[in-house]
Nanobody
Framework: QVHVVESGGGLVQAGGSLRLSCVASGRPGNYYDMGWFRQAPGKERDFVSSISWSGQSTYYADSVKGRFTISRDNAKNTVYLQMNRLKPEDTAVYYC????????????????WGQGTQVTVSS
């Protein structure tokens, strides 16, 4: 069993920055491929970014490429999402989860979702 908790959301003006954190607690010594998704009101939960357990591989949705950076600190069991040059269309609840399948873009290939953290970008 893995417990995931996100934090760091908030209200920011367009062009600003936020850093989200995701702590995944499970068996000591186990590291997981992790991903961030987001869900705006009335929309599907979409892939944002993912990172391999070692941190060597990272992936981004086209909509955030060049603005968001995913990273991790395995000593702290924490994955980060640095979000720069935020836009109003980035407004959503951001979720972190453990990747259990092979396709990092598919929601169905993730489990152990956190409760989400709200990000609101004002224009």
């Amino acid at each position: 069993q893995v417990h995931v908790v996100e934090s760091g959301g908030g209200l920011v003006q367009a062009g600003g920055s936020l850093r989200l954190s995701c702590v995944a607690s499970g068996r000591p010594g186990n590291y997981y491929d992790m991903g961030w998704f987001r869900q705006a009101p009335g929309k599907e939960r979409d892939f944002v970014s993912s990172i391999s357990w070692s941190g060597q591989s990272t992936y981004y949705a086209d909509s955030v490429k060049g603005r968001f950076t995913i990273s991790r600190d395995n000593a702290k069991n924490t994955v980060y999402l640095q979000m720069n040059r935020l836009k109003p269309e980035d407004t959503a609840v951001y979720y972190c989860a453990v990747q259990i399948g092979t396709n990092y873009e598919l929601r169905a290939h993730y489990d152990y979702w956190g409760q989400g953290t709200q990000v609101t970008v004002s224009s």
